[in-house]
Nanobody
């Protein structure tokens, strides 16, 4: 069993930055694939960024160059650094752990980009 808790969301102006955190408990996260998703009102949940156990990363095209996913295995934490935020980045952001025993989701953290 893995529990995930996201934090770091909030209200930010366009062009601003936020860093989201996803802390895992229950098992060591270093061997997991970790993925950030987001879901905007009225839209389907979309994959934003992922990082595998070897810290290889990938991003959806419209966040490349603005978002950075990273992991700190010592803290069992995965981060999503978001810069140059745009109103269209407004969504609830979720992290997911991909393990050999199944996938686990956090509860989400709201990010609102507005002036």
């Amino acid at each position: 069993q893995v529990q995930l808790v996201e934090s770091g969301g909030g209200l930010v102006q366009p062009g601003g930055s936020l860093r989201l955190s996803c802390v895992a408990s229950g098992r060591v996260v270093s061997t997991f694939g970790m993925i950030w998703y987001r879901q905007a009102p009225g839209k389907e949940r979309e994959l934003v960024a992922g990082i595998n156990s070897e810290s290889m990363t990938d991003y959806v095209h419209h966040v490349k160059g603005r978002f950075t996913i990273s992991r700190d295995n010592a803290k069992n934490t995965v981060y999503l650094q978001m810069t140059d935020l745009k109103p269209e980045d407004t969504a609830v952001y979720y992290c997911k752990a991909v393990t050999t025993e199944g996938d686990y989701w956090g509860q989400g953290t709201q990010v609102t980009v507005s002036s």
